[in-house]
C-alpha cells in the first residue's frame, strides 16, 4: 500500500479544533453582550476558558506536526507563508475600515458634535505623554524580534532568548499602559462619534497587541523546547510578521488619531 505521506503536501488530519474555536468565541461574544447588558460574567469567563483551551491544543497539534512528524516541507511551509500575507492583509483592511470612519468624521465634523473636531466637550489625550511612551515601546519591539530572528538565523541561541524575551516584557508592559491610559480616560465609548472610534481602534490595535504577545509566548517556549532551527523557524517568523504588523498599525494609530485628531 502506498504511504500516504510520501507527497509534499499536507493533508490536513480530522481536528476538532475549529469546531471548538468557534463554540468559544460564540461563547465568549455572547458572553460579552450578557456583560454588558445584565452586569454578569458568568457566561464570559466560560467562553474565554474554552478559547484559552483550544488555542493551547491547537498550538500544541500544529507545533507536533511541524517539529516531530516532518509534515512542513518546504512546499507546505511555503503554503503557510502565503496564508500567513493573505491574513495580514485581510488584518490590514480591518483596520483600515476604523481609519475610514476615523477620517470621515474628522475631516468633516458633523453639526451633533459642534462642527469641530475633537468635539465639543471631549478632552483628547496628550500625545506626548502615555501614547508617545508606548509608541517608542512598540519601536523598540520591534527592533528586539528583528534580533531575535537574526539571531536564530545565525543559530546565536542565547541572543535569541534574550531578544525574544525583551520583545514579550516590552509587550506585556504596552498593554499594562494601554489599560491604565483606559482607566484615566476622561472620555467613554458612548461620547459621540471622537469616543467610537478611539476604542474601536485602539481596543482592538491593544488585542491584537495581547495576542501578539502570545504568539511570542507559545515561541519563546517552543525555542527553549529546541522546536526551531536557523532553516527551519516558520512558526517564530509568523510571529515576528504579525508582530511587525502591529507596530505598523500603531504608528498610523498615534500619528493620525492621537496626534493630528487631537
Keep these: 500500500m502506498k504511504n500516504l505521506y510520501s ?10 479544533w475549529p469546531l471548538t474555536g468557534a463554540i468559544g468565541v460564540m461563547t465568549l461574544v455572547t458572553g460579552l453582550v ?24 491547537w498550538w500544541r497539534d500544529i507545533s507536533r506536526e511541524g517539529t516531530y512528524q516532518g509534515k512542513h516541507t518546504i512546499l507546505v511551509t511555503k503554503g503557510l507563508r502565503w496564508g500567513m500575507i493573505l491574513f495580514i492583509v485581510s488584518e490590514i483592511f480591518f483596520f483600515l475600515s476604523f481609519f475610514w470612519a476615523f477620517f470621515h468624521s474628522s475631516l468633516s465634523p458633523n453639526i451633533d458634535i459642534g462642527a469641530m473636531w475633537p468635539p465639543l466637550s471631549i478632552t483628547p489625550f496628550n500625545p506626548f505623554h502615555i501614547p508617545l511612551l508606548n509608541t517608542i515601546i512598540l519601536i523598540s519591539s520591534g527592533v528586539t524580534v528583528t534580533w531575535a530572528h537574526h539571531a536564530l538565523m545565525e543559530n546565536n541561541l542565547t541572543q535569541t532568548n534574550q531578544s525574544l524575551f525583551i520583545t514579550i516584557i516590552l509587550g506585556i508592559y504596552f ?6 491610559e483606559y482607566l484615566e480616560a476622561p472620555f467613554s465609548i458612548a461620547d459621540s462619534i471622537y469616543g467610537a472610534t478611539f476604542f474601536m481602534a485602539t481596543g482592538f490595535h491593544g488585542l491584537h497587541v495581547i495576542i501578539g504577545t502570545l504568539f511570542l509566548i507559545v515561541c519563546f517556549i517552543r525555542h527553549l523546547s529546541n522546536h526551531f532551527s536557523s532553516t527551519h523557524h516558520f512558526g517564530f517568523e509568523a510571529a515576528a510578521w504579525y508582530w511587525h504588523f502591529v507596530d505598523v498599525v500603531w504608528l498610523f494609530l498615534y500619528i493620525s488619531i492621537y496626534w493630528w485628531g487631537n
Design 34 to 57: 450578557k456583560w454588558f447588558h445584565n452586569f454578569s460574567i458568568n457566561l464570559l469567563i466560560i467562553g474565554y476558558i474554552i478559547t484559552i483551551l483550544t488555542m493551547y491544543q
Design 7 to 16: 507527497h509534499p503536501y499536507h493533508l490536513v488530519d480530522y481536528s476538532p
Design 175 to 180: 498593554t499594562i499602559l494601554q489599560a491604565y
